[in-house]
């Protein structure tokens, strides 16, 4: 296949690259400078900018682009960098495909479990409605953006939770745990949507041979607190998990990104992947944070 991505720098879109081309795809890279190889392509999302012909013809396209939310703290600018730089990128590809004389087959295009908002005491399929905060506003104006083409390709969404790796979401546990400050967020209780990257890398790919249609949770089919998520980290290092770090501290610090972040509470299920045959390398979340630092050895 050749297959378009966008966003192929970051974590997921490099570890998802280097899985393609293993696979003997072909993939092509859009960059924000002059391209340097035969499988780059410029545009400028920000400007609204890219040619059609770079999409035409495409077996695929993969929109991972966006503003990295695991940047602290969230500012009132930086709230809005967040929806603008998805917005952007999703809508220049979005026309593009439009504009392509053939248009490609398949857009997956990133989202996230924050769609659901904080939920607690409810399982989340892809049927449950989105939820309220800042980052189920920004998941929701994303997916509809990128559902402007359904009428003419096959479009599915990614709602992702929280990719365990050592350069995402677990660099900064990861410093907690080593200083020897690690322990329950705000109680510790609350539900993380987590995944491990292998098995975000895995369902990007199976999806793309799928026939699925519309929103698909990528989450680890265990659901799992944050403080088992955290005591885990700590005992493979070592290290004491003992500090609290209270709610009321948290939102008084980092605001919005807490309660969206480190206090939401949600168990999303990946219904639709494990429908369709999906199997998980990684069902726990002990797994996933195993995997995420044998990864970085």
Do not use: C
Not at 77 to 89: E, G, T
Not at 183 to 198: A, F, H, K, N, R
Not at 270 to 280: H, N, Q, V
């Amino acid at each position: 296949m050749r297959i378009v991505i966008a966003g192929a720098s970051g974590l997921i879109g490099h570890a998802l690259t280097a899985e393609l081309s293993i696979r003997g795809h072909r993939v092509v890279r859009l960059v924000r400078r002059p391209a340097r190889s035969p499988d780059e392509l410029t545009w400028d999302p920000k400007s609204r900018v890219l040619d059609p012909r770079a999409l035409s013809g495409a077996d695929a396209v993969i929109n991972l682009s966006g503003a990295s939310i695991g940047r602290l703290p969230w500012s009132r600018r930086y709230r809005r960098s967040i929806l603008a730089s998805r917005i952007d990128a999703t809508s220049t590809l979005v026309t593009a495909i439009r504009a392509a004389e053939h248009t490609p087959r398949i857009f997956l295009s990133a989202s996230a479990a924050g769609f659901y908002g904080s939920r607690p005491g409810e399982v989340l399929t892809e049927q449950s409605a989105r939820g309220t905060g800042f980052l189920s506003d920004v998941a929701a104006q994303w997916e509809a953006d990128a559902l402007r083409v359904a009428d003419i390709t096959r479009v599915v969404t990614l709602r992702s939770g929280i990719v365990l790796a050592v350069d995402g979401v677990l660099k900064p546990l990861l410093l907690l745990t080593r200083l020897g400050v690690s322990g329950p967020l705000g109680g510790g209780s609350q539900y993380w949507p987590w995944v491990s990257l292998d098995d975000e890398v895995a369902a990007i790919v199976h999806l793309l041979d799928s026939s699925i249609e519309g929103p698909v949770n990528i989450t680890g089919p265990t659901p799992a607190t944050a403080s088992t998520l955290m005591r885990h980290l700590a005992k493979r290092l070592k290290r004491p998990f003992w500090l609290p770090a209270p709610a009321f501290a948290l939102r008084a610090l980092l605001g919005d990104a807490a309660k969206d972040l480190l206090l939401v509470d949600q168990q999303p299920q990946p219904e639709r992947l494990l429908a369709d045959g999906f199997t998980f390398s990684h069902h726990t979340v002990e797994s996933a944070v195993d995997a995420a630092l044998a990864r970085a050895k």
